[in-house]
C-alpha cells in the first residue's frame, strides 16, 4: 500500500467541482418553477426566525442570508445546495485521507457516496434539509476523527461546529454524536480523547451555535415535533405487535433502498476479493461498527418503546453516509489490490455522474411525450406574468406554501403569504389590491375559492370571499395543448 499525499487526491475534488457545477446547469436548464423544498425556502426567506416549524433552521438561516446577498432567484438556490454538496464531499474526502492508507480508496470512498441514490438523486432533486444534515454530519465526521487520530484545539472546534449545525439541520442528527462518543468510550486506547478538557471547547461551540433555536424549541415543542412524530408512529389502528412488526420492518426496506446499491456496486468491483476483505479489520473498521450497532439499537428503541411505525430512508443519512468509507476502510484492512478494481469503480462513477443530471432533465422535459407532468412542469411564472398585466398586486395570498413561493421568485419585493403557514403575517393596511391564487388540479377538482382561503379572509381581514376567475396556462414542455389551471381572484379592499 502507498501512503497518500493530499496532492495526490485534488483530482477528486476538482472532478467533484464540474460535477455540482454540470448540476447547477441541468437545474437552471430544467425548468424556472420550484419544488416543495425550494418553494419553501424562498416563502420562508421573507422573514428570519430562531425557528420554522418541523425542520430546525440551519437551512433557512443560511438561505436567508444568500437572498439577502445576492437576490432570490433559481440560481442563489442550486449554488447554496451545490456548495454544500461539494463541501460535504469534500469534508468526507478529507476524512477518508486521513483514516485510509491507499490514495485509490480515498477516490473510491469519496466518490462512493455517489452509488447512495438518496445521496446522488433525491438530494438533487429537491431535498434541502438532508442536505443540511449531511453536510453537518460531514464536518462533525472530519472533526471527530482527526480529534482521535491527531487530536488539536482546532480539531475539537471542527467536532463542535459540525454538532451545533447538525443540530440546526435536523432533529435526528443527534444520533450521530452520540453513537461515535459511545463507541469512542468503549475503546480503551481511544477514551482519552473524550476525557480530553478541549472536548469542553467542542460543547461550548455547539451549545452557542444552537441556543438561539433551544430558546424558541421550549416554546414551540409540540409544533416543532408533530408533523414528524406523526409521521413516524402513523400505523392506524395496528395493534402494538403490528406496530412493532411494520417499524421494523420498515427500517429493514429503508437500509435496503439506502444501502443496496453501494454495496452492489462494491460486489461487482472488488469481486471475489471483497468477502475476505469483510474479515479484515482495523481500530477505525471497529469504531464505525459500534457507531452502526448504537444507531441500531437507538433505531429500535424508538419504534419499541416510541411508537415508530415508518421509519424513510433519507433519514438514515446521518448515520449510512459512513458506508463507503466503511467498505474502504474493510477493503485498506485486507491488503486488497486496488488498480483493477479502480478501473472499473470509475467507470460505474462516470455512468452515474452522466445518468443523474440526465435523469433529472429527463424525467421533466419528458412530458412533451408522455403527457405526465411533475411539479417543475407548472407554469408559475408565466400564470403571474399574465395576472400582473391586469393590475400589479401590493400582496398576495396563496393556497399552500408551494405555490407562495413559486410567485415570491417572481415578485421578491411583494408580500406573499400562504394558508398553510400562519406564522407569517406582515401588516397589509392599506395594501390593496390583494390577489389570491390557488392551484387547481386536473380530475374535475372545484374551482371555487377554497375554504381554507375563505376562511382567513373572514379570521384576518374582516372580509367575504371575493368573485373568484380561472387562468389557463400552458405547461413546461407541453404535450399538445396540454395546461394547468389556476384559480385567481382581486381583493380591492384595505385591511383596515
Same mark, same amino acid.
Given at each position: 500500500?502507498?501512503?497518500?499525499?493530499?496532492?495526490?487526491?485534488?483530482?477528486?475534488?476538482?472532478?467533484?467541482?464540474?460535477?455540482?457545477?454540470?448540476?447547477?446547469?441541468?437545474?437552471?436548464?430544467?425548468?424556472?418553477?420550484?419544488?416543495?423544498?425550494?418553494?419553501?425556502?424562498?416563502?420562508?426567506?421573507?422573514?428570519?426566525?430562531?425557528?420554522?416549524?418541523?425542520?430546525?433552521?440551519?437551512?433557512?438561516?443560511?438561505?436567508?442570508?444568500?437572498?439577502?446577498?445576492?437576490?432570490?432567484?433559481?440560481?442563489?438556490?442550486?449554488?447554496?445546495?451545490?456548495?454544500?454538496?461539494?463541501?460535504?464531499?469534500?469534508?468526507?474526502?478529507?476524512?477518508?485521507?486521513?483514516?485510509?492508507?491507499?490514495?485509490?480508496?480515498?477516490?473510491?470512498?469519496?466518490?462512493?457516496?455517489?452509488?447512495?441514490?438518496?445521496?446522488?438523486?433525491?438530494?438533487?432533486?429537491?431535498?434541502?434539509?438532508?442536505?443540511?444534515?449531511?453536510?453537518?454530519?460531514?464536518?462533525?465526521?472530519?472533526?471527530?476523527?482527526?480529534?482521535?487520530?491527531?487530536?488539536?484545539?482546532?480539531?475539537?472546534?471542527?467536532?463542535?461546529?459540525?454538532?451545533? /449545525?447538525?443540530? %440546526?439541520?435536523?432533529?435526528? *442528527? #443527534? @444520533?450521530?454524536?452520540?453513537?461515535? +462518543?459511545?463507541? &469512542? $468510550?468503549?475503546?480503551?486506547?481511544?477514551?482519552?480523547?473524550?476525557?480530553?478538557?478541549?472536548?469542553?471547547?467542542?460543547?461550548?461551540?455547539?451549545?452557542?451555535?444552537?441556543?438561539?433555536?433551544?430558546?424558541?424549541?421550549?416554546?414551540?415543542?409540540?409544533?416543532?415535533?408533530?408533523?414528524?412524530?406523526?409521521?413516524?408512529?402513523?400505523?392506524?389502528?395496528?395493534?402494538?405487535?403490528?406496530?412493532?412488526?411494520?417499524?421494523?420492518?420498515?427500517?429493514?426496506?429503508?437500509?435496503?433502498? /439506502?444501502?443496496? %446499491?453501494?454495496?452492489?456496486? *462494491? #460486489? @461487482?468491483?472488488?469481486?471475489?476479493? +471483497?468477502?475476505? &476483505? $469483510?474479515?479484515?479489520?482495523?481500530?477505525?473498521?471497529?469504531?464505525?461498527?459500534?457507531?452502526?450497532?448504537?444507531?441500531?439499537?437507538?433505531?429500535?428503541?424508538?419504534?419499541?418503546?416510541?411508537?415508530?411505525?415508518?421509519?424513510?430512508?433519507?433519514?438514515?443519512?446521518?448515520?449510512?453516509?459512513?458506508?463507503?468509507?466503511?467498505?474502504?476502510?474493510?477493503?485498506?484492512?485486507?491488503?486488497?489490490?486496488?488498480?483493477?478494481?479502480?478501473?472499473?469503480?470509475?467507470?460505474?462513477?462516470?455512468?452515474?455522474?452522466?445518468?443523474?443530471?440526465?435523469?433529472?432533465?429527463?424525467?421533466?422535459?419528458?412530458?412533451?411525450?408522455?403527457?405526465?407532468?411533475?411539479?417543475?412542469?407548472?407554469?408559475?411564472?408565466?400564470?403571474?406574468?399574465?395576472?400582473?398585466?391586469?393590475?400589479?398586486?401590493?400582496?398576495?395570498?396563496?393556497?399552500?406554501?408551494?405555490?407562495?413561493?413559486?410567485?415570491?421568485?417572481?415578485?421578491?419585493?411583494?408580500?406573499?403569504?400562504?394558508?398553510?403557514?400562519?406564522?407569517?403575517?406582515?401588516?397589509?393596511?392599506?395594501?390593496?389590491?390583494?390577489?389570491?391564487?390557488?392551484?387547481?388540479?386536473?380530475?374535475?377538482?372545484?374551482?371555487?375559492?377554497?375554504?381554507?382561503?375563505?376562511?382567513?379572509?373572514?379570521?384576518?381581514?374582516?372580509?367575504?370571499?371575493?368573485?373568484?376567475?380561472?387562468?389557463?396556462?400552458?405547461?413546461?414542455?407541453?404535450?399538445?395543448?396540454?395546461?394547468?389551471?389556476?384559480?385567481?381572484?382581486?381583493?380591492?379592499?384595505?385591511?383596515?
Amino acid at each position: 500500500m502507498i501512503k497518500t499525499g493530499l496532492r495526490d487526491v485534488r483530482w477528486i475534488f476538482v472532478l467533484l467541482a464540474v460535477y455540482f457545477t454540470l448540476q447547477v446547469g441541468v437545474r437552471l436548464a430544467t425548468s424556472h418553477s420550484l419544488d416543495l423544498d425550494e418553494a419553501e425556502q424562498v416563502f420562508r426567506s421573507q422573514w428570519l426566525a430562531a425557528g420554522y416549524g418541523p425542520q430546525p433552521p440551519f437551512y433557512n438561516w443560511l438561505q436567508y442570508a444568500v437572498f439577502r446577498f445576492a437576490g432570490v432567484s433559481l440560481v442563489a438556490l442550486s449554488v447554496v445546495k451545490n456548495l454544500l454538496l461539494f463541501s460535504a464531499y469534500l469534508l468526507y474526502g478529507l476524512t477518508a485521507h486521513l483514516i485510509l492508507r491507499d490514495k485509490a480508496l480515498v477516490a473510491i470512498a469519496t466518490l462512493g457516496l455517489l452509488t447512495i441514490p438518496q445521496m446522488a438523486f433525491e438530494m438533487q432533486r429537491d431535498l434541502t434539509h438532508t442536505v443540511a444534515v449531511f453536510f453537518s454530519a460531514s464536518i462533525f465526521f472530519y472533526g471527530f476523527i482527526r480529534s482521535l487520530k491527531q487530536p488539536s484545539l482546532g480539531s475539537y472546534l471542527i467536532t463542535g461546529i459540525g454538532i451545533g /449545525f447538525g443540530l %440546526l439541520a435536523k432533529y435526528n *442528527f #443527534a @444520533i450521530l454524536p452520540a453513537a461515535g +462518543l459511545i463507541a &469512542a $468510550l468503549a475503546d480503551a486506547r481511544l477514551r482519552p480523547r473524550i476525557f480530553d478538557r478541549r472536548l469542553v471547547l467542542t460543547a461550548v461551540v455547539a451549545l452557542i451555535i444552537v441556543l438561539p433555536h433551544l430558546f424558541w424549541l421550549k416554546d414551540n415543542l409540540d409544533f416543532a415535533t408533530a408533523r414528524t412524530l406523526e409521521k413516524m408512529t402513523a400505523s392506524g389502528d395496528a395493534s402494538y405487535l403490528m406496530q412493532v412488526t411494520m417499524g421494523v420492518s420498515s427500517l429493514v426496506l429503508a437500509t435496503l433502498s /439506502f444501502a443496496g %446499491l453501494t454495496v452492489a456496486v *462494491f #460486489a @461487482i468491483v472488488f469481486g471475489k476479493s +471483497l468477502r475476505p &476483505a $469483510l474479515t479484515a479489520g482495523s481500530e477505525w473498521t471497529r469504531l464505525i461498527e459500534r457507531m452502526l450497532l448504537v444507531f441500531l439499537i437507538g433505531i429500535l428503541l424508538l419504534i419499541v418503546f416510541g411508537g415508530a411505525a415508518g421509519i424513510k430512508d433519507r433519514w438514515l443519512v446521518p448515520m449510512l453516509f459512513i458506508l463507503p468509507l466503511y467498505f474502504c476502510l474493510k477493503i485498506d484492512a485486507g491488503g486488497v489490490v486496488t488498480d483493477k478494481a479502480f478501473r472499473r469503480f470509475m467507470a460505474v462513477v462516470a455512468v452515474i455522474m452522466i445518468a443523474v443530471p440526465a435523469a433529472l432533465y429527463g424525467s421533466v422535459a419528458a412530458a412533451r411525450f408522455t403527457g405526465h407532468y411533475e411539479r417543475l412542469s407548472r407554469p408559475y411564472a408565466t400564470m403571474l406574468e399574465s395576472l400582473r398585466k391586469q393590475a400589479e398586486p401590493a400582496a398576495i395570498l396563496a393556497g399552500d406554501s408551494l405555490l407562495a413561493g413559486n410567485l415570491r421568485q417572481d415578485i421578491p419585493g411583494v408580500p406573499v403569504l400562504s394558508v398553510d403557514y400562519p406564522g407569517f403575517r406582515p401588516d397589509l393596511s392599506g395594501r390593496q389590491p390583494l390577489l389570491l391564487v390557488w392551484l387547481i388540479p386536473p380530475k374535475g377538482a372545484s374551482e371555487g375559492l377554497p375554504r381554507t382561503m375563505a376562511d382567513w379572509l373572514q379570521a384576518n381581514l374582516g372580509v367575504s370571499a371575493p368573485e373568484t376567475s380561472v387562468i389557463d396556462v400552458p405547461y413546461f414542455y407541453q404535450r399538445g395543448d396540454d395546461h394547468y389551471r389556476f384559480g385567481y381572484a382581486w381583493l380591492h379592499r384595505s385591511a383596515e
